[in-house]
């Protein structure tokens, strides 16, 4: 892992006096709280890495930094106020920042595009910063794209759970600067799922870009941590160490409660979603629709094949979901929207689906990427109970846990 210390120039005084990185508090219940201060906002812990510095970003629409700037107040007075950046705008035209790329993951740049659809590189309009596509030709950079580059910067809004594929695009990131010894610089922030831990651990022979790693469905730590296990545990090609250093954020704890500014990515608009998301996504592996194609995506379930079930929608194209599961028919289903936050993953939803369809095939080939596991289905299949089901991957639960602790940076 690399150091600030005294291997970078310090950033003067006068550099810091127009802009101060966002530590506002908040009061409630009488009580001032701190605010969650995110690595993309703590500006100064990093700049002395980047500054005058070639460098990459893998950023998204969730790349965003709040920092404070002086503006006037009237001819001899000025104050202070909060202006928000994308981070991509904010580099390339401040502090000799040459952003000479950016790496977009699945669902591109600006975060409009389909779930599994093919991103294309292109060029960003307001900068004109070429964009290659991670989520296209290839999901790992290559050692041509990374050519002359001094640094490269990853800050994209993870969700914390396996099948989430920004935390595969990481992987390749850190392996593509592994192999090029180019320092990674990763800011870090919050997981809206921090605050559990759950679901089968992936078994090996069921790697895939939606399930990379040795680890539970809700895996409980920030991407900074996640990285430093990625790091720790070996797990990049040939055993390559990626020189790794991560922003930390602050006032932050696993239990924090956090609402994400900017939805990470089109099916997911809000906390409701993003909380449900671990539980529901499983209905992608099967014949049921999880809210996709209305505005409710993953707080609704359901399918023309479950008619016993009083709740009703009709999934129609949209963005986000041009070609919807079930699109334009009547499925029968639950609405999810209001029930309580999950500190656990949910299994009795895709157990009673199971039971009450009356298709012939409910799961597809996908449902097994998505565990991590064949022994889910068959353990649905077989009619176990969601209590035995939990104790058969307590084990594996107690084994990540231990591994998990090496590498946690917040409570």
Not at 141 to 155: M, R, S, Y
Not at 187 to 214: A, C, Q, W
Request: proline share 5%.
């Amino acid at each position: 892992m690399i150091s600030c210390a005294n291997k970078h120039p310090a950033v003067s005084k006068k550099e810091t006096s127009s802009v101060e990185s966002v530590q506002t508090k908040i009061t409630t219940n009488n009580q001032v709280e701190k605010p969650i201060i995110s690595g993309a906002d703590r500006f100064y812990n990093y700049l002395p890495l980047i500054k005058g510095k070639n460098i990459a970003i893998v950023a998204n629409q969730t790349s965003i930094m709040k920092l404070k700037q002086k503006f006037s107040r009237g001819p001899s007075a000025t104050g202070l106020k909060e202006v928000t950046h994308h981070i991509v705008d904010y580099f390339s035209t401040n502090y000799n920042i040459k952003v000479k790329t950016v790496f977009a993951p699945e669902h591109g740049f600006r975060g409009k595009a389909d779930a599994g659809e093919y991103i294309k590189d292109g060029k960003d309009s307001k900068t004109g910063i070429p964009i290659i596509s991670l989520y296209g030709k290839n999901k790992k950079p290559t050692q041509e794209q990374l050519k002359g580059l001094d640094a490269v910067v990853f800050d994209i809004q993870d969700v914390g759970a396996r099948f989430y594929t920004y935390i595969s695009t990481l992987h390749y990131v850190m392996e593509a600067c592994a192999e090029a010894n180019i320092p990674l610089i990763v800011l870090d922030r919050p997981n809206p799922n921090g605050h559990y831990i759950d679901g089968p651990v992936l078994e090996k022979e069921h790697t895939s870009f939606v399930g990379m790693h040795p680890v539970p469905v809700v895996y409980g730590m920030t991407i900074g941590e996640y990285a430093q296990m990625v790091n720790g545990e070996n797990w990049l090609e040939k055993n390559l160490k990626c020189d790794l250093k991560v922003i930390e954020l602050e006032n932050y704890t696993h239990n924090s409660e956090y609402h994400l500014p900017i939805k990470p990515s089109p099916n997911l608009p809000n906390s409701k979603s993003i909380n449900l998301y671990p539980s529901l996504c499983f209905f992608e592996g099967t014949n049921v629709n999880a809210g996709r194609g209305t505005d409710k995506q993953f707080q609704v379930y359901g399918s023309p094949f479950l008619k016993n079930m009083s709740y009703t929608y009709t999934p129609r194209s949209n963005n986000g979901a041009k070609y919807p599961k079930h699109q334009d028919k009547e499925c029968f289903g639950e609405d999810l929207s209001g029930y309580e936050n999950l500190k656990e993953l949910n299994l009795n939803w895709l157990i009673e689906t199971y039971k009450n369809n009356s298709s012939k095939e409910f799961f597809n080939s996908f449902f097994t990427k998505l565990a991590g596991t064949e022994k889910l289905q068959q353990q649905i299949e077989q009619g176990v109970k969601e209590e035995k089901i939990r104790k058969s991957w307590q084990s594996d639960l107690d084994a990540f846990k231990k591994i998990r602790e090496k590498y946690l940076i917040y409570d």
